[in-house]
């Protein structure tokens, strides 16, 4: 086994299923948006690019065009993993991903996770998908990851720990195969000393961030100038 790669003799996902890193945000964005901004979904393809652009809550920062986020929808939607919907004003899209992966609610919501903002300690994962997952205790999410790591193919894996990292993170596979030196390169050694208090008042400001940017997004035509 490479050691650059940990997951070099699992059974990867078949063409069909593997997602391009674009593609993995566009489904991470529409499953997010669903469960905080209700009302503004299924998502117009512009607040979709602001979803997926947003500069909180992701990791890596991605400046996607209109284009690229069009070109992935229509990617996806012929491997029926999204779907779109003609309203009255524009077109809209909601996710098919329980269906295309026969996942439960709360491996989503972990995968949403890990999409968004990448390899993650358990706590992480926790904190930032309160609204998402509803997981009562950290060890519902340990289950929904082991769960997922025990599917053939697998679909998410504990990663060894880089130097400097006092917690196991755990990562997706959507993409195919994980490459260790480049999930080391982009390691933050800032964010391992943060204090948990600290933390977890910065995650409550993003998550209201981000709220506040997916309501910008789609105009209210209720709204009074």
Not at 142 to 160: F, G, K, Y
């Amino acid at each position: 086994m490479n050691d650059t790669d940990v997951t070099a003799d699992a059974a990867t996902l078949p063409e069909a299923l593997r997602l391009s890193p674009i593609e993995a945000r566009v489904l991470g964005s529409l499953i997010e948006k669903e469960a905080t901004t209700p009302d503004q979904y299924p998502l117009t393809e512009n607040a979709l690019t602001l979803a997926c652009n947003q500069k909180t809550s992701r990791d890596p920062l991605m400046d996607l065009s209109s284009g690229e986020v069009g070109h992935a929808l229509r990617q996806l939607e012929t491997r029926q993993m999204v779907r779109s919907q003609h309203a009255a004003r524009a077109q809209r899209w909601e996710h098919r991903f329980t269906q295309a992966y026969g996942v439960t609610s709360q491996q989503q919501a972990v995968l949403c996770m890990l999409m968004l903002r990448g390899p993650q300690t358990l706590n992480e994962i926790f904190t930032r998908s309160e609204r998402i997952g509803r997981f009562a205790t950290v060890d519902e999410v340990r289950h929904a990851l082991e769960r997922l790591a025990q599917r053939n193919p697998v679909l998410a894996t504990l990663l060894p720990r880089t130097a400097g990292q006092r917690e196991d993170r755990w990562t997706h596979l959507l993409c195919g195969p994980v490459d260790m030196e480049a999930v080391a390169a982009a390691a933050r050694p800032s964010s391992a000393g943060a204090p948990t208090g600290l933390l977890g008042r910065i995650e409550a400001l993003e998550a209201r961030i981000a709220v506040l940017e997916a309501r910008l997004a789609t105009p209210n035509p209720d709204a009074r100038v």
